[in-house]
Structure formats: C-alpha cells, structure tokens
C-alpha cells in the first residue's frame, strides 16, 4: 500500500537513497535536480504560505466538514479551529529558510559542523477531536523539515483530511509530497507503524494504541516515534481565587466556552477533569458549577445558541455513559447530569460529581467526554501529591492570586504544560506535549521541528591534512 518508490522528497535524502537502488546517473541527476527545484527552503516556505491562503479561502467548506465528521460546533471550526489551522501553516512556513546546523571547533586539528536534515518518510496518525489542527500540528513542521508524509486521519473524521490533500496539490506540494490514507487503526494505521521504508512516525491518540504504535516501531525497523497521548489533566483552586472566574475555567476545560482563547472545541481534551478545589471556597464553587453547567445549551452543531454537540459516535457516547455509571457505582456523588441529552442522537449531559477519588474510573481514566470531577483539598501539599497521583502528565492549571505560590506548584506538577489563571491556551509558538504515560515529543512552537530533523555532523581537518 506504501511504497516509497516514487515519493519525491524535498531534499536530496532520497536522491542518494536512490543510487543504492541503481538508477542510472542521468536518471539520479535528473532526479536530485527535481528534489533541488522543490528543495529551495524559500520555496517551500513560499507554498506552504499559499496552501494556508487557500486553508483561509475555503473555511466554510472545511468547517462544515469538521461539523459532519465530527459534531464540533460550526462556529468553532470557521472562527477557530480553521483559521487557526492556516496559522499554524504560516507560522512554520517562516521557518522553513531558518533550519540550520552549527560549526564546532573539535580540537586543534579538527573542526566540524552539523546539518540537519528531514528525517525521510513520516507517517501521521491523527485522532478525531480534532481534525484539521492535529492535521496541520502535524504536517507544517514535517512540511517545513523537508519531509514527506502519509497522513492517516481518524477513521471518525476522514472528510477535511481528504479536502487538504486536495488543497495541497492546488498549492503547488509536489506530488507524493503529502499524501493521504483513510483507514481503520489496526489495519491502515498498523502498516504505517510496521512499514520498513517510513522512517518516522508521529502519534496523538490514547496511551493504549501509542504503546502498540512503539511496538511495531520496535519490530520492524526502529523507526523514531513520537507520541502525544491521554491526559487526566488537574486544575488546582486555591481559595484565594475568584470563584466566579475559576468556574468558569474549570468548565471551559471539560465543557465548550467561548472565552477568549486561540484554540479550543466543543470536544474534551481532558484538561480539567479532575477539579481540586481549596476547602475555603469549595461549597461555592460547587453550587456555582452546578448552576453554569445547567444553563448549557447541547444540541444541533451548527446551531449558533449551542454550547455543546454530540459526541463522535456510538462507540464513545456508549462509552462516557458507562464511565458514568461506573462513577455512581463506586460511591462518588452525582451534582448534575449523568444521562442522555434528548430522545435521539449522541448527546450527553454536562456531567458533575463530587466525592471523586483517584483510584476511581472516572478519577484516574481519560474519559474524553463532557464529565467533571470535583474534589476538596486543605493544604498546598496535599493538592500537589494528589494533582501528581495519576500516569499521565499532560497538562495542569492553577488558579491563585499568590504569584509565588503558582510558580511554586507549576515547578511541582509533572505535567507538559501548566496554565496559570487561564485554562486551555495555546499559541503556536508554545510546546504541546505529555510527561509521563501522556506521551514524548513535542507538538507546537519550533521544538516541533526537532520531531522532524536528523542531525548529520561533518567533520573535517583544519591543517596538516594527511589528504
Ligand atoms: P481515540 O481514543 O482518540 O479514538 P485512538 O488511539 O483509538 O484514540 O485513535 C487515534 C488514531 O490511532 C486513529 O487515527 C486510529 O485509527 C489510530 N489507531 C488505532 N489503532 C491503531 C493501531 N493499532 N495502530 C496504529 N494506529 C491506530
């Protein structure tokens, strides 16, 4: 299904891979001198800026698709997730021409300097939630190393995967440049992992299937992986925080708000799921979630007055039901929510319990669905052994005045990111990416490119060159 005959890479790796292959030299010149026309740093940036013009141009389109596939609210995909999506093309496309290496003075006699080079092939298995940003976190800083790809998108949410390949072509990508595959994980995604001519893959989806992602890595040819997995992400509510303020951040990282964030979705990256709240405010904040969580509107997607759609698909909606159940069986307390929203289709309730432990389910699992956990705390270290109790490391947030107490716990918390007074910020310029069982690698800002780069060093006599 994958054959790397025939991709054309934007640098001259595969030009030399192919002199081992035997072309002749007329044929290799002809086709290193089409890897040097693509392979001009300027000129890759140059078109990947025209893809994300034609990303801009053809946002209803992709939205709606998104909506389709997905259930994400419309409004999120044309005013956020879209545009974002061309912005994170753009913001790679700058550093395209600034990919370099650096000179090292060895000893005496030697001296040396390194080249980085695309890592070859790299196939990109991305999940649902979101489509076109997982799409584009992953392809513009792969684009922008020189690589060529395969992108297999969640079997869920194919549809604006397919309308990028497209667009890409439009832009000018080479062919065989970007390619897309649609496919169910064990099979589409499998061969991508146990593929002995792609040399890198780049995961986001559940810890269970990145751990079987590594292991096909391992067996077959040792490609590098990088992986972007679950989360139980804390937020941490000391009681000097404003109640009204911290609500809403606390909901705004399970449920959808239309806060002043650059990336957010009506879907649940498990970011605050698990709540601590100090003992001081906690009656409060907990009589207040409960009221907000209730005026939520969830419904049809494409419907402006909505706050939350459906989930993705039977499979999940089937799922976060049970979690729940799980939840009331194990002793924790049901505030609000709890069941279906509606007669038809996969709508669930914003869901609230207390009481919640963190060897329950619903305390320890990624439950990838619009439940929240909340939990008392009294002192600063408690909050910290229990914000650190779970496998994943992901994300955190902490909601406190007491600047010296933030920084204290942000250095506490084994997490890839920790928001401080504000939940689920992203910039492209800021790394995305997990501690722990949450996965290695990062997503975002120009670490990204790293996941992308072998380092080559050249090392070569300063005088007295015995040549
Ligand atoms: P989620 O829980 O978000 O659906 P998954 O880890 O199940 O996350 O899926 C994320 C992506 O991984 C999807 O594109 C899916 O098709 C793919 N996938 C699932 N199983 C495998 C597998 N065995 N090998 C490679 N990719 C897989």
């Known amino acids: 299904m994958i054959e790397r005959k025939g991709y054309r890479c934007f640098d001259l790796k595969d030009g030399y891979a192919d002199l081992d292959l035997g072309k002749t030299m007329a044929e290799l010149i002809q086709y290193v001198n089409d890897a040097i026309e693509v392979m001009m740093m300027m000129e890759r940036g140059r078109i990947m800026m025209k893809f994300a013009d034609l990303v801009d141009k053809h946002v209803e389109e992709l939205a709606v698709l998104d909506t389709i596939d997905a259930g994400k609210l419309f409004s999120m995909g044309k005013e956020r997730d879209i545009p974002g999506a061309a912005h994170t093309l753009r913001y790679y496309a700058g550093a395209a ?11 005496r ?9 695309p890592i070859g092939v790299v196939g990109h298995i991305i999940p649902w939630n979101f489509p076109s940003t997982m799409f584009f976190l992953k392809v513009s800083p792969a684009l922008a190393a020189g690589c060529t790809m395969i992108v297999k998108p969640a079997e869920q949410t194919p549809l604006s995967a397919l ?12 062919d065989g440049v970007l390619n897309v595959i649609t496919g169910f994980g064990p099979t589409a995604g499998a061969a991508i992992c146990s593929h002995m001519d792609i040399d890198k893959v780049s995961f986001t989806g559940s810890t269970e299937v990145g751990r079987k992602v590594m292991q096909a890595a391992a067996t077959s040819n040792l490609k590098s992986v990088s992986l972007e997995l679950g989360g139980k992400s804390p937020l941490i509510i000391f009681d000097d925080a404003d109640v009204d303020k911290a609500v809403d951040l606390a ?11 650059l990336l957010q979705s ?21 009589k207040k979630s409960v009221e907000k969580a209730k005026t939520w509107v969830v419904g049809d997607p ?9 989930q993705v698909d039977k499979k999940q909606f089937e799922k976060i039901l049970s979690y729940i159940e799980h939840g009331k069986r194990e002793g924790a307390t049901l505030l609000t929510g709890g069941k279906p929203s509606g007669e038809k289709g996969y709508y669930i309730e914003p869901t609230i319990f207390t009481d919640v ?3 329950m389910l619903i305390g320890k699992d990624e439950i990838f669905g619009p439940v929240m956990s909340l939990m008392k705390f009294k002192t600063v270290k408690e909050a910290i052994e229990r914000a650190n109790k779970t496998r994943y490391g992901l994300a955190a947030g902490i909601v406190t005045k007491d600047l010296d107490l933030a920084n204290t716990v942000s250095r506490s918390i084994r997490a890839g990111v920790i928001w401080i007074n504000c939940y689920f910020a992203f910039d492209r310029d800021c790394p995305f990416g997990g501690y722990k069982m949450s996965g290695f690698g990062r997503d975002n800002g120009l670490h990204a490119l790293e996941n992308y780069l072998q380092v080559k060093s050249v090392v070569t006599p300063i005088y007295n060159s015995p040549w």
Request: charged letters at 25%; glycine letters at 6%; proline letters at 4%.
């Open 357 to 359: 432990k963190e060897d």
């Open 109 to 117: 006699e030697l001296q040396a300097y390194t080249l980085r080079e």
């Open 163 to 174: 309308y990028y390949a497209h667009l890409a072509k439009l832009a000018g990508i080479p």
């Open 266 to 286: 009506f879907t649940y990256i498990q970011t605050s799921s698990r709540v601590y709240v100090q003992e001081g405010i906690y009656d409060e904040f907990v």
């Open 251 to 261: 909901l705004l990282g399970i449920l959808y708000n239309k806060a002043k964030l």
């Open 97 to 107: 021409d600034k990919i370099h290496g650096e000179t090292l003075k060895m000893s």
């Open 302 to 310: 494409f419907d402006p007055s909505v706050k939350q759609g459906p």
